[in-house]
């Protein structure tokens, strides 16, 4: 019987980078999930992802997303072996807008100022002469970080994956868990085919947490979010990939964003703010939600100067929220060699490598007080 030093449920954002740490680790690791790798049908799809530093959600982000660009960067250069082979992440900058006392410009400015970050602030008339394409409201502001960017969402899942296979990582794809259980001796798992035994488990189930983390007393809710990419007519500066990424606070709280043509799929526009709850992952509609299409082209009529925009393509992805928003990262309650990270809450993704990494340190027995807001404690 083979027992393998780590099993990691779950291949996504997370499970892929899991399963690199502990392959690097020189660990015997196992990946397992019911898609393939780099699937569209979780949390881990749609051309991009934002990073950014100056970090609204909480000042306490920060030295995370510090230490998640130098972990990109490190893998990036281990993928990018030749220079047809497009970077993972690209620092077009992020300028995010709204009133002055806004959650977005009174956070982003809070995390700057406690770490010391690089950012620009902007006049209305500033933003405005800088992206003429956008209709700027004469009581909003930006601030600019210049450093922060985009991910290749998938190719960066895809480059965790194949440097996890190089250093002998296995990986069952389409291959559902159906139960785990652990003991103080190690942990099985069942799959749809087989069983298998380890001595640890992370369990890195993005939408489907919620059933392999029952005995887990936490809140989590799926709500399904649409992505969008347009071809836009007519408009006064050229979308390109000098276009930063903008986020959008409007006034009444709803944000969007807009991430630069990169391809033929045109600008990518999505609401941050809003979706649907799905009561399970399983029952995730894929087809365009006419009402969520309608207040996206709303948001692009208030907020751009153009003639028309054409939807070229849609992808439907999911958020798993936890009850405050902020990721749960811990070791399972119950169990000490079961680790586990759930609850990303729509903002998770910059950081994968870095979680990926801590939850493999947890089942290696190392403690990380700067992940200690994100435990369980914080419930209880
Ligand atoms: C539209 C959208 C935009 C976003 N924008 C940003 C952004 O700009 N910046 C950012 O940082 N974050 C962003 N996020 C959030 C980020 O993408 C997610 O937090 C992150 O990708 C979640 O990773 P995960 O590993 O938890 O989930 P996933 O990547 O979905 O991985 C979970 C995996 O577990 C597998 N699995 C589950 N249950 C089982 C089972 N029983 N058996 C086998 N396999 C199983 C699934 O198949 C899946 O592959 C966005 C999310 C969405 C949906």
Redesign the pocket.
Known sequence: MKVYDVIV?????????ALYHAAKKGFSALG????GPA?N??????Q?????KAYFEHPYYVPLAEEAFQRWDELNNRHRTRPDIKPLLEQTGVLQIGQPESEVIVGVQKSADEHDLKLERFSPDQIQQRLPILKVQPNHVGLFEPEAG??R?EHC?AAHLAQARKRGAELRSD????SWSATDEGVTVE?DGETYHGRRLAI??????K??LAEVDVQLSV?A???NWYQIDRVEQKLVNDFPIVFIEEDDGEQF?C?PELDSLGMKV?R?TGGHQIET?DLLDCDVDKDELLLNEAFMDRSFHHSRHRLVHH??????MSHDGH?IVDKHPNHSNVAF??G?????????PV?GHRLIEMLDGNHDSNLDFLSLKRFR
């Open positions: 449920i779950g291949f996504g954002g997370v499970g892929s980078a397992i999930d019911q898609f699937h049908k979780g949390s881990s799809h749609g991009t992802r934002i990073i950014r985009f991910l969402v899942v291959t559902r868990v159906l799959t890195c189930a993005g939408a489907w947490s059933h392999l709500i979010k649409q992505q964003y991430l999505c941050h992952a992808s439907t992805c999911m958020y798993t990721f990270a759930a990303l809450s729509g903002h998770g993704f910059k950081f994968t979680l």
